[in-house]
């Protein structure tokens, strides 16, 4: 057996879960009903954590946690933007703006542009 990923997150671990589930890689999950040890235990073991029941899969489990991660990186990436109805400024998680509720527009909107860095 092989530890393959562990995590607080429990939604990238339960992502992690369908892939291997639908790639038909055979896991093996500890710590997965723990949580409510937090406080009493270390950190390190309430975490959830995926282990491989055959190494042979390894390389293939490898390659989904690392693109799961690239995923959850990526979509962190959210720029300000500028409200066009009425010019106010959002933060880049919010979908709507917070002043008149119009939508945020869409990224691939020539004249629509994130706010710049100071």
């Not at 393959?4 to 038909?24: C, H, M, N, P």
Request: charge should be negative; hydrophobic fraction near 30%.
């Amino acid at each position: 057996m092989e530890k393959l990923f562990g995590s607080d997150d429990r939604f990238l671990i339960q992502r992690l879960r369908s892939e291997l589930e639908t790639a038909g890689i055979p896991y093996l999950m500890k710590n997965e009903y723990v949580a409510g040890a937090v406080g009493e235990l270390p950190w390190q073991d309430v975490q959830q954590q995926v282990w491989l029941l055959d190494e042979s899969w390894s390389q293939q489990a490898g390659k989904l946690v690392h693109t799961l991660q690239e995923d959850d990186r990526n979509s962190g990436e959210k720029t300000d933007w500028q409200c066009q109805q009425c010019g106010e400024a959002n933060e880049g998680e919010f979908a709507i703006c917070w002043q008149c509720q119009a939508p945020k527009p869409e990224s691939d909107c020539p004249q629509c542009s994130p706010l710049p860095t100071p």
